[in-house]
């Protein structure tokens, strides 16, 4: 009897740590090397290193900063259905895995570019693909699976 | 995890470290030490004073090369409209006794002492230390005052919402920009600004860059062996930006 309460017990707490595992955000691979101070470190501290090498840079001129958002979009990105980086618009986006979860609002890209420098931007307008074969495929791909 | 700040100490201290200080051992237990310079094209140069000298008699009335060029590196666009955002204009004057005419372009002059500083309620509008004046975006609340006291109506306001910006210039709604002298040029270590590079393209070469405290710079001689004026002078702003043969 004993033993029978104690596995309904475990069958209750473990679901609904399930349940969150599940719920927990898809957070996108990124590109480039993984940070030397790990990812929690990253986590908990961005918005305090963003914020703090923003000043090196505008104010002192320091653009070869640690915590630099361009290069976050950089080795950060993620590949659309037709191929180019998606921006803040997408709920694919990096930025916006965790903090559509978390609920935060972020502002930095409304005047930051939210992809790599790169990037060709004609790739970011819709209709301005046509006629290049490649990225007609991508289209093609893309609309196949937007249809679905 | 504990949460750690990022200091400035902080970061300085894993600096030194990554970069590598020059060591000397003198004796047991005592190190000499040097820091290693920092790279020198990149960053804000000190004790530099970075401005323009533009010659109005070169400048001819049907180019806007410097207006476009500094379009297209920033990603600004002007359609006429009295809300446009407008970092550089061209300015064609006319003396009325004399009928003499003669065509300038107008940026953000980089005032030594920037009224648009003065007033600015947050310090988001500032001056750096080598003379370029800024808006930092990051505190700016869109107040508009420095665009007030602008004497030389060189700022603009974002009305609208942007979508891609240029990495080397973010800019958005709700801010006030201007003339920034190409900063991330500056800081590159490219020696010159879009305007600048653009005028020579077109051969009129009526604009010359460089640094006014560097006595053996282009422009420092230029002030030295030729007659210049800085516009509306009276106000004693020691402006950044000179003008000759206007």
């Known amino acids: ?148 | 995890m504990k949460k750690t700040s990022e200091n400035g100490a902080e970061r300085s201290r894993r600096d030194f470290l990554k970069a590598g200080a020059a060591a000397v051992t003198l004796a047991p237990g005592v190190t000499l030490m040097a820091l290693a310079a920092p790279a020198s094209a990149d960053g804000l140069k000190p004790g530099a004073r970075w401005g323009l000298l533009i010659d109005s008699s070169k400048c001819p009335e049907d180019c806007s090369a410097c207006v476009s060029a500094c379009s297209n590196e920033h990603g600004w666009e002007n359609n006429g409209l009295d809300t446009d955002p407008q970092w550089i204009r061209k300015v064609n004057l006319k003396n009325k006794q004399t009928g003499r005419a003669s065509s300038l372009p107008v940026m953000c002059q980089h005032c030594e002492k920037p009224p648009c500083v003065d007033v600015c309620p947050t310090g988001a509008s500032f001056k750096r230390e080598d003379g370029i004046v800024l808006v930092d975006r990051h505190i700016c609340i869109g107040c508009r005052y420095c665009m007030m006291a602008c004497p030389y109506k060189a700022r603009s306001f974002v009305h609208e919402p942007v979508t891609g910006q240029k990495h080397t210039t973010p800019r958005g709604n709700g801010t006030v920009e201007a003339c920034n002298l190409c900063v991330h040029k500056i800081d590159r270590g490219d020696g010159t600004t879009a305007c600048v590079e653009a005028c020579s393209a077109t051969g009129n070469n009526a604009m010359i860059f460089g640094d006014l405290n560097d006595p053996e710079s282009e422009i420092a001689q230029a002030l030295l062996n030729y007659p210049s004026t800085e516009l509306r002078g009276d106000l004693q702003l020691n402006l950044g930006v000179r003008y000759s043969n206007i």
Request: negative net charge; aromatic residues 6%; hydrophobic residues 40%.
């Open chain 1, 1 to 148: 009897m004993i033993r029978l309460l104690i596995i309904g017990l475990f069958a209750l707490l473990a679901a609904p740590v399930m349940a969150q595992d599940s719920l927990f955000p898809d957070i996108p691979k990124a590109t480039g090397e993984a940070h030397p101070e790990g990812n929690e470190y990253w986590r908990i501290n961005h918005p305090d290193m963003l914020r703090h090498d923003r000043n090196l840079t505008v104010h002192e001129g320091d653009r070869q900063i640690q915590a630099s958002i361009s290069e976050c979009v950089t080795c950060h990105a993620v590949k659309g259905p037709d191929a180019a980086p998606v921006t803040i618009e997408s709920d694919q986006h990096f930025c916006r895995a965790c903090h559509d979860y978390a609920a935060v609002k972020i502002d930095c890209f409304q005047c930051h570019s939210s992809v790599s420098e790169d990037t060709d931007q004609a790739l970011l307008l819709p209709g301005q693909m046509l006629g290049r074969e490649t990225e007609l495929d991508a289209l093609r791909a893309y609309l196949e699976g937007a249809s679905q």
